[in-house]
């Protein structure tokens, strides 16, 4: 005995109907189909299911128990159906992201808007930390993935870069440096320079290219976060070099920017754990992360290939 789907459904539509006529406009198919399916499912089952009486389908006994079961059967497939929208992310359980300072403002917030599009009903647990520390969150299993700077050992870890944006340098609006279309060491040569600290890759990058010239800046203050040299830059503590990202934020402020001509840049990389799965609403915000920076990469964008 074999039976298929398609002839359950014109079964269980006549049977509410009455009438192949009518089951025929619900299925989007012609009468004959209708009829030649019925016939079929019966010759299969060898049970008549329906008298035929003028124009109406009269119900047996034996087609009323079988609706009952499909019935109850449909019952099983509708919760099956909603558990996998749940999957899908409908009703996911919270997806555990992570990033760094430098992105944690508009970017994080135009991803979070993306991501809701398709996921409006997904908690997310955020976490905003250094690098290093959101490289043991994913590790130990706190985070399903982050956003991090390439300081971070990658090892046990799977990750791909997002972006590598050339850094920039920061002044009030109305400064000197304004005027020029991108500043070099030599026009810094006397400004009071506010910097990452010593340890950020960035930061080592410029190190070495001014050891490379035999050059050296005179650096007033030192910070972990681009965000805290934007500030600072911008309340007149001196001229910073910081991620584009975060001076972005605070041009309406009246912070102004320029390209810093040495081949200094910010990289941002996606990690997860080496051997967990990421779900389809993990994988989804990374998607939406990327296109984030989208416009970041487009204006400042450095190509490391």
């Known amino acids: 005995m074999t039976f298929t789907l398609k002839q359950v459904e014109t079964f269980r539509t006549v049977y509410e109907t009455e009438s192949v006529t009518a089951a025929a406009r619900r299925l989007d198919v012609s009468p004959a189909t209708v009829s030649a399916t019925l016939a079929a499912l019966e010759a299969s089952i060898e049970l008549r299911l329906f008298e035929?009486?003028?124009q109406r389908m009269l119900r047996t006994p034996e087609a009323t128990l079988l609706y009952e079961e499909i019935r109850r059967l449909n019952v099983g497939l509708e919760s099956l159906g909603r558990k996998i929208r749940a999957i899908?992310?409908?009703a996911q359980p919270r997806l555990r992201i992570g990033c760094i300072h430098a992105y944690s403002g508009a970017v994080v917030s135009d991803a979070i808007?993306?991501?809701?599009?398709?996921?409006?009903d997904t908690p997310l647990y955020l976490q905003i930390r250094d690098s290093n520390t959101l490289r043991d969150m994913v590790v130990s299993g706190e985070l399903d993935l982050a956003a991090v700077a390439d300081e971070s050992e990658l090892e046990g870890l799977r990750g791909h870069r997002?972006?590598?944006l050339r850094a920039v340098v920061v002044f009030p609006k109305g400064h000197p440096l304004a005027r020029l279309e991108q500043v070099g060491f030599a026009q810094m040569a006397d400004a009071d320079v506010?910097?990452?600290?010593?340890e950020d890759a960035s930061r080592q990058r410029l190190d070495a290219l001014l050891l490379q010239a035999g050059l050296n800046l005179k650096i007033a203050i030192e910070t972990p976060y681009s965000a805290t040299i934007c500030q600072l830059a911008l309340d007149g503590h001196g001229v910073g070099i910081a991620n584009p990202a975060t001076a972005v934020s605070l041009?309406?402020?009246?912070?102004?920017?320029r390209p810093l001509s040495a081949p200094v840049h910010f990289e941002c990389h996606m990690i997860v754990h080496g051997s967990r799965p990421l779900s389809e609403a993990g994988k989804f915000w990374a998607t939406c992360l990327r296109a984030?920076?989208?416009?970041?990469?487009?204006?400042?964008?450095?190509?490391l290939a």
């Open 113 to 120: 808007a993306r991501f809701r599009q398709r996921y409006p």
């Open 88 to 90: 899908r992310g409908a």
């Open 292 to 303: 984030a920076l989208a416009p970041l990469v487009e204006r400042y964008g450095v190509d």
């Open 251 to 257: 041009e309406a402020a009246g912070l102004s920017h």
């Open 194 to 198: 506010i910097a990452l600290n010593a």
């Open 162 to 164: 997002l972006a590598s």
């Open 52 to 54: 035929r009486v003028r």
